[in-house]
């Protein structure tokens, strides 16, 4: 079965610098798909970026970007120019791609971001 | 546009209590989710359903129940809630199985007393 970790349970970051979340996955599959949510305390799960395996090129949203290590199976999410409206819960997610239809989405336990003003 | 819509958004129940968890979207998403997130933990799959009719377990599926009779509805019955289940109930749908992600509600927070 496939596991998410994210190490830091939390981080902060000053308001307008960088600050990388880390995220590593355990799977014996070579072909998935892996995503950003940002949970704000609203509650609310909000997509932030997906990166298809597959796919070798990193996948970028604006301020936010990722670095996906396939062989190191770390997939860390780079947050630039931080605002306050980024503060949140952050969870990795992985999905298989293996087979079609509904597949679930196996979450890490999540990093909580605090930015400083 | 409402997107995932859950109701109710708080709820406190008593042991041994029943309930009904609503879920509606208006997406046309043929895939549903029901999620739960307990504190400082990430999100674990309860039951989903690939379209009106059809619906399978997920991870932890024990002590509820779902139906589907429409796309646009997905409701997650609850029979003698147990301490254990309190948690906050996240409802979703997708394309495509999820492949380009889910669009979650907002999340109901259950407390069992």
């Known amino acids: 079965a496939q596991t998410v970790t994210q190490s830091q349970p939390e981080m902060s970051v000053q308001e307008a610098e960088t600050v990388t979340l880390s995220c590593t996955y355990d799977?014996?599959?070579?072909?998935?798909?892996l995503f950003w949510y940002k949970q704000p305390p609203s509650r609310q799960m909000i997509l932030v970026i997906r990166?298809?395996?597959?796919?070798?090129q990193n996948a970028t949203e604006n301020r936010f970007s990722v670095n996906f290590q396939k062989a190191a199976k770390s997939f860390s999410l780079k947050i630039s120019d931080s605002q306050l409206g980024d503060a949140a819960m952050y969870f990795c997610?992985?999905?298989?791609?293996?087979?079609?239809?509904?597949?679930?989405?196996?979450f890490g336990q999540g990093t909580r971001l605090t930015i400083n003003p | 546009n409402a997107g995932v819509t859950q109701t109710p958004k708080f709820r406190i129940l008593k042991i041994g209590q029943s309930m009904t968890l609503q879920c509606a979207q208006d997406?046309?998403?043929?895939?549903m989710y029901w999620y739960r997130q307990d504190p400082g933990m990430g999100l674990k799959l309860i039951y989903y359903?690939?379209?009106?009719?059809?619906?399978d377990k997920g991870e932890v599926p024990n002590g509820y129940n779902v139906s589907r009779s429409t796309t646009e509805d997905f409701p997650l019955r609850l029979e003698l809630a147990a301490p254990s289940q309190t948690s906050v109930y996240f409802c979703?749908?997708?394309?495509?199985?999820?492949?380009?992600?889910?669009?979650f509600g907002s999340g109901t927070r259950l407390t069992v007393v």
């Open positions: 979703a749908s997708s394309l495509l199985g999820g492949t380009s992600g889910y669009t």
């Open positions: 799977t014996s599959e070579s072909d998935y798909y």
């Open positions: 990166q298809e395996a597959y796919k070798q």
């Open positions: 997610a992985y999905r298989s791609a293996l087979r079609q239809g509904a597949q679930k989405l196996v």
């Open positions: 997406m046309n998403h043929n895939y």
């Open positions: 359903s690939v379209g009106a009719g059809i619906t």
